[in-house]
């Protein structure tokens, strides 16, 4: 049945009812009146209901017909936010137009080509906002554009999202005034009576509103502006006033503000803003209010000063900057600073404000922040009614944590020089301590009186002698065996220790991600750097707690995503451990990697665990970055770069472990080394597995025996000596004899000293060394040697 229809038989039963309603109340009161009354109150919300149904027709099936979205799409376009609208079912209402130009199309949300997490941040964000009314997506990426998304639920019965996606940019100042001025807002300040002008440090014309254009230039110039002299469109006269050159004589006198945009740099561009002089006294504060609304637009930090030095006005990015609150209004510029600027900053002021008009810099100190001094450029301007000083400040929040994470990396790398040399010499002294034991202990057999004694000896000074690898770890030069290898396998080998030694209290969680890419490192001080991290964890949670352990794969366009200055972007393997513990304070958490820097009680912990977890990571390319809050536990994060073979070459397979070497052999023996008691010991050591050994205290002297022998089966050589070092000798050497062995031994990395040394065929025994490793390392020299002469022959 048609509406229209149904409405008249509506009509009708109720006038039918009205009638039946109206006898009886007269049977039953004898009022004519009541009954009239009552049959005319009816009549109206008849009439009434016609009027609702022929104001809002309804649809077949008694639904509320469509209403027309074309209004609601012209109503939300706007020129840099995207909008869409969605329904109860996730279709789409409608949208803008700058939405279909940044996604592509007429893409319904969360489906959206964002790249990486984005289609899971953006699907979080509008579950939030059906609960909670509102959700956000930040930092999403679509190509080069980055986008930050707010989802609002909306309608009179709440069944739709609003979906707003606002671009985030880098700001350019300099770009964005050029925009500024020859768009909107430069024709505001036009309305206003503000002309401005953007000029280089050569005084030509980059950009300019209407406004200027027209009264300097006129109609017909205003279009080929880029480039003009801007000293020639102006003139003063005899008694200092300014006018634009093209009016002549019917030219109005107009005051002139400079704004330099970077303080600091002389060669920058100049901000101009020109004002009619022919104002009244009435009219000077609405000079100033055109200037602050100027000032408003700028996004570095900006203030006006009145002669008695107080505050007249400051924008917002000026109370940033001073971390003001923004309903918050200091009196005096002195109230923004320490104590010991206050006195600098009004005697600047003062003198900018009684006649000097060149601006000049003071460094200050704000209050409530760090210690790190900023930078105020005060200037001296005229014409503004009482402003008579103007402040600029800049944000440098920012360019402080950057500078300190600078100091902080260049004083772990200094550190890290100096526990390299410290190492490299107490190597050396314990080469000679273990060395010394080990002749001693041939002469002695358990159940002697010194063999107990000895054996402690050579005991502590392995203990030194990790100590030493510990600093060599921490300043990337210990010696590394690099294999290609998978995260989850090394997870896997440490695991059943790590059960150990967290002890029952502590539960081990272990999750992997799926795709994780093979990684160079040497697996044993990977092991080395989970157990480092694991102790750490279980001694932050002393009554226990959970321990978690996780890798996953992280792409460059992730890296791009987080922001961090030091990662270069390129593919990740992660490598996570978390601890529910007692977190680590803000104060202590730049220093946790420091060396010998520890919070724990005396006689438990070194300060050298996280130094050589730092220095393991930073040794095989790869970065370590730690997370905490206090009573929320730490994370430790990992990132190992993902190894690329070149082409499609399969990773070259590890080579087998050699076989042990005899500890006794034959042959002349050439031993250069500067350290008397390290030469000694490998002398007798040498000598007592039976070769025959000539000894030499550094090169030239090496040399010059090498001259005199003839014989020579093996070199055995310090590499860093006084005068001429191992490499710079060995080369001599093998310029007569070019077969020569050469087993190199030092305190220092072998992967740094094969760049430095770049010689080939040569061996190498790491320091400290017992006297078997000697005598093993000899053996493996020259049957190498023997090997390679019976190859090449």
Known sequence: ?????????????????????????????????????????????????????????????????????????????????????????GRMVCAN???????????????????????????????????????????????PLRLRAQVMRTGQAEDYLVWRFAAIERFDLVAELTRHLGGPAGRTLGHAGVMAALVNSEGRLRAANEAFLLRALGEEDARHFAGRDVAAMLRIDDGGALYFAREGDRATPVRLIQIPLVSSDSNSPVLLAMLDEEMGPADRGTAQTYVETLLSLLPFGLALVDRDGRFLYMNRAFKRAANLPEAKMPRYPGDIVVGEDKGPLADMIRRHSSGQQVGGDLSIRLAGQSGDPVSMRVVGVRGLGEAAVLLSLKDSSEESRLKRQVAQASKMQAVGQLAGGVAHDFNNILTAVLGACDLMLMRHTPGDSDYDDIQQIRSNANRAASLT????????????????????????????????LIGETVQLSVHHGRGLGAVRADPGQLEQ????????????????????????????????????????????????????????????????????????????????????????????????????????????????????VAGDAPAAPQPPAKPKKSQWGSGTILLVEDEDMVRAVAER????????????????????????????????????????????MVRAMRARRPGLPVLFMSGYAEEQLRQSIDIDNVSFLPKPFSVAQLAEATSAALDEAAHRGGRDG
Request: proline share 6%; net charge negative.
């Open 1 to 89: 049945m048609p509406p229209a229809a149904l409405s008249r038989l509506d009509v009708a039963l109720l006038a039918a009812l009205a009638l039946v309603s109206a006898v009886l109340l007269f049977w039953a009161t004898g009022s004519k009146i009541l009954a009239a009354g009552f049959v005319a109150g009816l009549a109206v919300a008849a009439g009434g209901v016609l009027l609702v149904r022929r104001l809002f027709p309804t649809a077949a099936g008694g639904e509320a017909a469509t209403p027309d979205w074309t209004m609601l799409r012209q109503a939300v376009n706007h020129d840099d936010v995207a909008i869409a609208v969605t329904d109860r079912t």
């Open 685 to 728: 050591a040498l000598a007592r597995a039976g070769y025959t050994v000539v000894t030499a205290a550094q090169g030239e002297e090496g040399l010059e025996r090498f001259a005199g022998m003839e014989k020579v089966d093996l070199v055995i050589s310090d590499v860093v000596m006084p005068t001429m070092d191992g490499p710079a």
């Open 469 to 500: 690898r510990q600093l060599l770890a921490f300043s990337r030069q210990q010696t590394l065996r690099p294999q290609i290898l998978q995260l989850p396998d090394v997870i896997s080998e440490v695991s059943h220790l790590l059960k150990r």
């Open 97 to 143: 137009d700058l939405f279909a130009t940044w996604m592509g199309g007429f893409v319904t949300p969360p489906g959206l080509p964002v790249d990486g997490r984005g289609a899971e941040l953006l699907k979080n964000a509008g579950r939030t906002a059906w609960r909670d009314g509102e959700g956000r997506a930040d930092d999403l990426a679509i190509g």
């Open 529 to 644: 750097v989970i157990i480092n991290l694991a102790v750490n964890a279980r001694d932050a949670m002393p009554g226990g707690g959970t321990l978690t352990i996780e890798t996953y794969p992280v792409s460059a366009t992730d890296v791009r995503q987080m922001g961090n200055e030091f990662m270069p972007p390129a593919d990740y393997c992660a490598l996570k451990v978390s601890d529910t513990g007692t977190g680590i304070p803000a104060d202590i958490l730049p220093k946790i990697f420091e060396p010998f820097f520890t919070t724990k009680d005396v006689g438990k912990g070194t300060g050298l665990g996280l130094s050589t977890v730092y220095g393991i990571i930073k040794q095989s390319a790869g970065f370590i970055f730690a997370d905490s809050k206090p009573g929320e536990g730490t994370s430790f994060t990992i990132y190992l770069p993902v190894h690329r």
